[in-house]
């Protein structure tokens, strides 16, 4: 799979891997990146199986394109190298499978069999050198509507939002199995209350599955758009969605979450300016925020 480098200006972070090097307040991945404006966000970090992938979303006004950096022999991280997968204007929601380890994305590249043009799932296998070639989902999980946000945990249970299905909202979360046999997908619904007429997007989920993060514009909120949670409950439902709170929402934008490959760290966006906080950290204003 081709590679096509990019001009820009980026800082490198070596990876956090002891429980001491972990950051306990939001700091930003690329020290020194350029300051993003409203038309060249990035979000969606996210890290490979062996911790020496990362890939991130960004946008470029109406366009959104992947990026990828590799760890280097000194633990730095190479600068951003844009990743030339199939779509006509939009690659976004990159994820690697805790289950399977390829990195889940969404594209709105033409499915010429089905007549689609609208956003779906695909998925691409991590080389030592490069990448294999990118394959949608089938029929079964990408629909005639909007598929993506994909996130899928080491047991292979696949959380994506879609605009089909039974949504009551704009974005509806749903979570997939898919048949070892058939290669497809069965599709299940969120608990009720789960989701939101508001629509929900920026799937992460932790490497057991028992947690899951998304942005949403729902209240109690303490800025535009905030990042919320939800955990599994002992029987195996999910409970109620909560505000993450601070320190990782602020008044202004935060979004895009993504997970580390040991799950110690929580990646995001904090006004299209990619930041990273250790998990437990994050996880200290969970359920402070309330209705205004």
Request: glycine letters at 10%.
């Given at each position: 799979?081709?590679?096509?480098?990019?001009?820009?200006v980026?800082g490198?972070?070596?990876?956090?891997?002891?429980?001491?090097?972990?950051?306990t307040?939001?700091?930003?991945?690329l020290?020194?990146?350029?300051?993003p404006?409203?038309?060249?966000?990035?979000?969606?970090?996210?890290e490979?199986?062996d911790?020496?992938?990362?890939?991130?979303?960004?946008?470029?006004?109406?366009?959104?394109?992947?990026?990828e950096?590799?760890?280097?022999e000194?633990?730095?991280?190479?600068?951003?190298?844009?990743?030339?997968?199939?779509?006509?204007?939009k690659l976004?929601?990159p994820?690697?499978?805790?289950?399977?380890?390829?990195?889940?994305?969404?594209?709105?590249?033409?499915?010429?069999?089905?007549?689609?043009?609208d956003?779906?799932i695909?998925?691409?296998e991590?080389?030592?050198?490069?990448?294999g070639t990118?394959?949608?989902?089938p029929?079964?999980?990408?629909?005639?509507?909007?598929?993506l946000?994909p996130?899928?945990?080491?047991?292979?249970r696949l959380?994506?939002t879609?605009?089909?299905?039974d949504?009551?909202g704009?974005?509806?979360?749903?979570?997939?199995?898919e048949d070892?046999?058939?290669?497809e997908?069965?599709?299940?619904?969120?608990?009720?209350?789960?989701?939101?007429?508001?629509?929900?997007?920026?799937?992460a989920?932790?490497?057991?599955?028992?947690r899951?993060f998304?942005?949403s514009?729902r209240?109690?909120?303490?800025?535009?758009?905030?990042?919320?949670?939800?955990?599994?409950?002992?029987?195996?439902?999910?409970?109620?969605p909560?505000?993450?709170g601070?320190?990782?929402?602020t008044?202004?934008?935060?979004?895009?979450?993504?997970i580390?490959?040991?799950?110690?760290?929580?990646?995001?966006s904090?006004?299209g300016?990619?930041?990273?906080?250790s998990?437990?950290?994050?996880?200290?204003?969970?359920?402070?925020v309330?209705?205004?």
């Amino acid at each position: 799979m081709k590679r096509v480098a990019i001009p820009l200006v980026f800082g490198v972070l070596a990876a956090c891997s002891q429980a001491s090097d972990l950051p306990t307040e939001a700091v930003p991945v690329l020290a020194e990146a350029e300051t993003p404006t409203a038309f060249t966000r990035a979000y969606g970090l996210t890290e490979s199986m062996d911790g020496m992938v990362r890939v991130f979303a960004r946008e470029q006004g109406d366009r959104t394109l992947l990026y990828e950096m590799r760890k280097q022999e000194d633990g730095s991280w190479s600068a951003p190298v844009q990743l030339d997968f199939p779509h006509r204007i939009k690659l976004t929601n990159p994820s690697f499978s805790f289950a399977d380890g390829m990195l889940y994305y969404s594209s709105d590249a033409d499915i010429l069999e089905r007549g689609q043009r609208d956003g779906n799932i695909w998925r691409v296998e991590l080389m030592e050198d490069g990448w294999g070639t990118p394959e949608h989902l089938p029929a079964s999980i990408n629909t005639g509507a909007e598929e993506l946000n994909p996130a899928m945990d080491s047991r292979g249970r696949l959380y994506f939002t879609s605009n089909g299905y039974d949504s009551v909202g704009g974005h509806d979360i749903f979570q997939a199995i898919e048949d070892d046999e058939s290669g497809e997908w069965k599709i299940s619904g969120m608990p009720d209350g789960f989701n939101h007429a508001r629509a929900d997007a920026h799937l992460a989920i932790t490497p057991d599955g028992g947690r899951i993060f998304f942005y949403s514009h729902r209240k109690p909120k303490l800025g535009v758009v905030d990042i919320w949670t939800a955990t599994r409950t002992e029987d195996g439902t999910w409970g109620t969605p909560r505000n993450l709170g601070a320190p990782v929402n602020t008044p202004g934008i935060d979004f895009g979450p993504g997970i580390s490959s040991d799950g110690g760290i929580l990646f995001f966006s904090r006004e299209g300016e990619l930041m990273m906080i250790s998990l437990e950290a994050a996880l200290e204003g969970v359920g402070t925020v309330s209705e205004n």
